[in-house]
Every structure is written in structure tokens, then in C-alpha cells.
């Protein structure tokens, strides 16, 4: 879409005709430590190399998170990340969705929201817990499934407890802000914890993980605590399948506070 508008020339006083691009309203907005985003980056990257005007808005970027509160006032709309928004008619997509969806929505369709489960599932067991433990989140969890038989694609009890599952629990985020000498202390009982949970595959070192949160403080990006979570939600997803934490994640990107 361009717009133009007439400036008086410095040269010879006439009237030049000057056209002005107007950036997209197709946009998309991530965070640093979003699974889902991730999982969307790709599917962006190609439809841009389709030919799609795509904005990739990153939200450590306070200007970015401005164009985003401004965006949810107009349409009074809430979401986390991913999400694709229209800034002209407020059409949006909450959450990671299939490339073909994101195509109809670039093609001004509206996408209806994925069904919603009625609250999280119950905790799975730790890697280790007595039988009879086991069997009581077994028996809450298949209670989870029948009241939530509208969600597609739900994992059975026993599917979960195929998978590796931390044997302790990771530790609690750092408070925001912190500075070097509270995160490397954090980072302590972090390696501790990766070192009681070696059986997981695929853990990111300590070292990977502190360099990642100083950046994010020192950039001034989103608030600390949350990324810290994000990135630990983020080791243990897909590796320890840790239900509970895959549905807490999709709520807060379907914009479930």
C-alpha cells in the first residue's frame, strides 16, 4: 500500500510528486526463549522468501512492546508470544500455528482459536516416585483426559510416563535484575541439578543459559523473571515431557493469564 504526497522542489519551485512506502501491517512479534516462537521462526523465514511482508518484531526491543500494548488498546486484545497481528484490522493469530493457517490469515481470513483445555493437567510423577504415587497422578490425569475429550492430539497417561522425566526439581528463577554474582550463584544449584538429572538428554550448560539471561538484563529486555522460566520450560519441553508445562505454555500464548 503507498500513499503520496506533493513537496515543493528547492530547485525550480515546481510540484514533485513523491511516493512514501507505508510499512506492513502484517506483524510478528516474538520474545528471546518462546518455544513456540522458535518453532515459528522458520515458517516466517520462508514466507518472506515468498514474497509475504512480514515485520518480525522481537519484544526486548521497548519500541516493539510500545507497537504491541498500543496494538491490544485499539482491538482489545490480549495475547503473549507468537502472535500475528494485522495493525490495520486487528485480524490475529494467537499462538503457533501451522503454516497453512498463517497463509489464510496473510490472506485476510479469520483464524478461530484452537480448542482450550478446562485448566492444566495435573503434575506428572518424578522419574522415581513410589509405584503408588505414580498410580495416583495416573488415575487424576485420565480423570484430566475425560473432561477435556474437545482437545485434539492429548497424550496418554502412559505416553508421558514413557518419556524421561526429571528426578528432581529444577531451581526457582532468579529474581529480576539480579546481578553477576546472584545469577552465577543461581547457576550453582542449576548445574547441581543438571548433574542429579544427567539421564535427560539434551540439557544446556550452565554457562549457555547465564550468558543468555546477563544479555537479556543487559539489553533491558523483557522482564527477567519470565525468561529465566522460559528458558528452563524450554530444555525440559519435548525432553522430559513434562505435560503440565507444554499446557501452561500454550495458554499463556493463547493469551491466558
Not at 498463517?102 to 478446562?118: F, M, T
Not at 522415581?128 to 497417561?157: I, M, R, S
Not at 539480579?178 to 543461581?186: A, F, G, I, V
Not at 523483557?222 to 520450560?233: D, G, L
Request: glycine letters at 6%; one cysteine or more; proline letters at 10%.
Amino acid at each position: 500500500m503507498t500513499k503520496t504526497k506533493e513537496i515543493k522542489s528547492q530547485v525550480d519551485d515546481t510540484n514533485v510528486e513523491t511516493v512514501e512506502e507505508e510499512p506492513s501491517p502484517w506483524l510478528y512479534f516474538y520474545s528471546v526463549g518462546c518455544g513456540f516462537c522458535k518453532k515459528a521462526e522458520p515458517i516466517i523465514d520462508e514466507l518472506i522468501k515468498e514474497g509475504h511482508d512480514i515485520l518480525k518484531l522481537d519484544l526486548a526491543a521497548k519500541e516493539n512492546q510500545e507497537i504491541k500494548k498500543q496494538i491490544e488498546t485499539e482491538y482489545n486484545k490480549s495475547c503473549g508470544t507468537p502472535w500475528f497481528v494485522n495493525s490495520i484490522t486487528g485480524n490475529q493469530i494467537c499462538g503457533f500455528r501451522e503454516k497453512n493457517l498463517i497463509e489464510k490469515w496473510l490472506d485476510g481470513e479469520d483464524i478461530p482459536a484452537p480448542p482450550r483445555p478446562n485448566g492444566p493437567p495435573p503434575r506428572p510423577p518424578l522419574h522415581g516416585v513410589p509405584k503408588k504415587e505414580e498410580k495416583a497422578w495416573k488415575k487424576e490425569y485420565e480423570k484430566w483426559l475425560k473432561d477435556n475429550e474437545h482437545v485434539p492430539n492429548l497424550q496418554t497417561a502412559e505416553q508421558i510416563l514413557e518419556r524421561p522425566r526429571p528426578k528432581t526439581e529444577p531451581p526457582k528463577p532468579p529474581m529480576p535484575n539480579s546481578t553477576d554474582e546472584q545469577l552465577d550463584e543461581w547457576g550453582k544449584g542449576y548445574a547441581k541439578w543438571v548433574e542429579e538429572n544427567d539421564h535427560l538428554p539434551n540439557l544446556q550448560p550452565v554457562e549457555t543459559i547465564l550468558q543468555r539471561l546477563k544479555q537479556q538484563r543487559d539489553a533491558g529486555g523483557p522482564v527477567q523473571n519470565n525468561a529465566v522460566q522460559s528458558t528452563i520450560n524450554q530444555q525440559l519441553e519435548q525432553r522430559v515431557n513434562s505435560l503440565e508445562r507444554k499446557i501452561d505454555k500454550l495458554l499463556g500464548h493463547l493469551g491466558v493469564k
